[in-house]
């Protein structure tokens, strides 16, 4: 039996801020999730979402801050977690929730998703070539026109900004 080390298909995306290197194609039918690395630079943000898809996060390197809401009817309130180096989140399937790197180096982070997670992401992500470049409009429609296709849902700037995801523009 061979053992496949390192794996990565070579795909590596910008997520207009945050990137993401696919280590297994969300479309290979031998694979029941999807695994993907994901970088989050210093004042780097992914917004507040929801999705049905259930997700797990193993912090590689640096710290992250997840603001994780409670998942349907719940009392409980909202609330930011540090993870870094080493720290496991898991995030339940349809629970809102958003990252944002307040440290002064990139995070990384080993996330473990559903394919069609991982095929939205390829999706609405950009390429690396453009990684340098500020997003444009358009970017940010076609992000929120694939999140709508896929039935996710993705939180509007204002809600961002008060939630404390993303700074005051």
């Known amino acids: 039996m061979s053992i496949d080390r390192n794996p990565t298909t070579g795909v590596l995306i910008d997520l207009l801020g945050p990137t993401i290197e696919f280590m297994t194609d969300p479309d290979d039918a031998g694979n029941d999730f999807c695994v993907m690395r994901g970088v989050v630079p210093p004042a780097g943000f992914?917004?507040?979402?929801?999705?049905?898809?259930?997700?797990?996060?193993?912090?590689?390197?640096?710290?992250?801050?997840?603001?994780?809401?409670?998942?349907?009817?719940?009392?409980?309130?909202?609330?930011?977690?540090?993870?870094?180096?080493?720290?496991?989140?898991?995030?339940?399937?349809?629970?809102a929730h958003a990252w944002r790197n307040t440290a002064d180096t990139p995070a990384e982070v080993l996330i473990v998703a559903t394919n069609k997670l991982g095929r939205f992401m390829r999706e609405a992500g950009r390429p690396m070539r453009e990684a340098d470049l500020p997003p444009t409009a358009q970017d940010f429609a076609r992000f929120a026109e694939t999140a709508a296709r896929y039935g996710y849902w993705i939180a509007a700037p204002a809600q961002n900004v008060a939630a404390g995801v993303m700074p005051v523009a």
Do not use: K, N
Not at 47 to 71: C, I, K, N, Q
Not at 73 to 90: F, M, R
């Open 46 to 95: 992914v917004p507040l979402h929801s999705h049905s898809d259930t997700e797990g996060f193993m912090v590689v390197a640096g710290e992250v801050e997840v603001l994780r809401y409670p998942a349907g009817d719940s009392d409980e309130i909202p609330e930011w977690l540090h993870a870094e180096t080493g720290d496991y989140v898991h995030m339940g399937g349809a629970a």
